[in-house]
């Protein structure tokens, strides 16, 4: 580039404070990351290499009641939001720094003074000695974008809000995931409550039969106490799984921010573990990059890093800046026995415009390495976040790694459960069948009905952490944040209570946190009102 187009685009910058001469500090580039083209499972059975689809997940497990749980979470959470305030939060972040490059006002100031002239020192027969004077004025100064300090700072700003928005996103993922595991938990329970019951039924049957055998002197009175005992230890199960029940409502209740004592009418009748899916489509490792919100937030925390680093730099150059004072002044006399004017009312006349403006240049030379050391400073913060940026990535490939295996560990070890569940049931009854008959002594119902109540137990709980399995494996692959698309960050009762407090002008309304909206590069950034 020549000389005088250089200076033409210079000179273009002492009027466009947003389009600066040059942009110091480095531009974002996204760095490197260690993840695989593929998944290691992705041909087992229940595992499709296919695009996932993730915008309502949970509809996979067919649960009417779980989809509704998650659409109230959704509207009620306190988590989030919190994490949609904090949305409006970066948003009026963001407006600070459009309003920053913009002319300032740095004083508004007004005076009104009576003087009296001396007499040696006035011309007596100008005027009246006594007078008075009146003035308005007001310092503005506009800072030219010469180095790109400020275009820095919105761009740091709009990545900040843009992260805040992806930490909304990855709020909602994890609120959907622990709504779903803890509703899978308490389903859990239930049926547990639900076997050890109907085994309490069936032992207290073969203690009945012991003790009408010991009664009759047909049997020892050892059998009638192993029978007592397996009963005695299946009922101490039950209130230790009522407990449990009790403590994960609590926790769903507060996920829903409900009192405790009103979230049995939301869980309904139904009392079923949710039933898994016939195949989970889990796409590329790729697709997390795009996907997962918390690894655009840890991006987008380093794109708005990567732009302080200009800002700080800017700080060792001389800054440009337009600086004047505009106002109004006059003085009248004050002396009664005149008719004139007084002075105040000619302050709103034309005449007593008065205003001064000149360039003005300054520059932190004598800093003693504070300003590189803050460049330092902000370069090493950048460091960081890329750092934690390709962390956050192994990290988020590695627990869709783990939710994988996971899933289809659980779903082998469920169907050998199953069949060990049939097995044990069939030796029961035939163990009872035999002891009542006198085949066989009560040790068999003894063995057979301790083993029937552990296999159902242990096939619930494969059941339960399967689908738990299922629910971590969408959570990792980033699925559904997409259910707050079109939707506000913040519900309308709240931001009611906030335009009452306070003048938030339109950074209330949708279109201020659209994400979807975004100014072309090189224009001006309107300021909000």
Not at 303 to 321: E, H, K, R, T, W
Not at 369 to 381: E, F, I, P, T, Y
Not at 423 to 451: H, I, N, P, T
Request: aromatic fraction near 8%; glycine fraction near 8%; charged fraction near 20%.
């Amino acid at each position: 580039m020549d000389l005088r187009k250089k200076l033409k685009i210079c000179g273009l910058g002492l009027l466009l404070p947003l389009a600066g001469c040059t942009q110091l500090g480095p531009d974002y580039q996204q760095p490197e990351t260690a993840i695989s083209e593929s998944w290691t499972y992705p041909e087992e059975v229940g595992l499709k290499a296919e695009s996932a689809e993730l915008v309502a997940w949970w509809q996979t497990f067919q649960d009417p009641v779980l989809g509704d749980l998650i659409d109230q979470a959704y509207q009620r959470n306190y988590g989030l939001e919190v994490a949609g305030l904090r949305v409006l939060e970066a948003r009026a972040q963001l407006g600070i720094a459009i309003g920053s490059a913009y002319p300032q006002s740095q004083q508004l100031a007004g005076s009104a003074s009576r003087l009296r002239a001396s007499k040696s020192n006035a011309n007596t027969g100008a005027g009246d000695l006594n007078y008075a004077q009146y003035s308005v004025a007001a310092n503005v100064g506009w800072e030219l974008d010469f180095w790109g300090r400020f275009s820095r700072g919105i761009e740091s700003a709009d990545a900040s809000f843009l992260a805040s928005i992806a930490e909304y996103d990855n709020a909602l993922v994890l609120l959907i995931a622990q709504v779903a595991t803890t509703y899978t938990t308490i389903r859990t329970i239930e049926e547990r409550l639900r076997l050890a019951r109907e085994n309490l039924v069936l032992q207290q049957r073969s203690f009945d039969i012991a003790e009408l055998k010991f009664r009759e002197g047909q049997d020892s009175e050892l059998d009638m106490q192993q029978a007592l005992t397996l009963l005695l230890s299946t009922e101490a199960s039950v209130p230790s799984l009522q407990a449990q029940l009790i403590q994960a409502r609590n926790a769903l209740a507060t996920l829903l921010a409900l009192p405790t004592n009103q979230i049995a009418g939301s869980l309904g009748d139904k009392s079923a573990i949710p039933s898994l899916p016939e195949s989970i489509a889990v796409g590329i490792p790729a697709d997390l990059l795009r996907r997962r919100p918390d690894v655009r937030q840890a991006e987008l925390q380093a794109v708005s890093q990567s732009n302080l680093i200009g800002v700080a730099q800017a700080d060792l150059y001389p800054s440009f800046a337009l600086v004047g004072t505009v106002g109004l002044a006059a003085a009248g006399s004050t002396s009664t026995t005149r008719t004139g004017n007084s002075g105040f009312t000619e302050l709103l006349d034309g005449d007593s415009l008065q205003f001064s403006a000149g360039p003005q240049f300054s520059w932190n030379v004598l800093n003693y390495g504070r300003l590189k050391n803050s460049v330092r400073v902000q370069d090493a913060r950048l460091q960081q976040l890329l750092i934690n940026y390709q962390n956050i990535v192994l990290n988020a490939a590695q627990e869709v790694e783990d939710a994988m295996i996971n899933f289809l560990n659980g779903k082998r070890q469920a169907e050998i459960l199953e069949r060990t569940v049939t097995s044990a049931q069939r030796s029961s009854d035939l163990s009872l069948l035999r002891y009542k008959e006198g085949f066989s002594d009560y040790q068999r119902v003894l063995d057979a009905q301790q083993s029937l109540f552990s296999s159902q137990q242990r096939y619930v709980e494969a059941q339960g952490s399967t689908v738990q399995a299922v629910v971590a494996l969408y959570k990792a692959l980033g699925g559904g944040w997409q259910l707050r698309e079109g939707q506000q960050f913040v519900d309308e009762a709240i931001r009611a209570q906030m335009r009452e407090r306070t003048d938030w002008g339109e950074l209330l309304e949708p279109e201020a946190t659209d994400p979807a909206i975004t100014e072309p590069e090189g224009t001006f950034r309107k300021p909000d009102a």
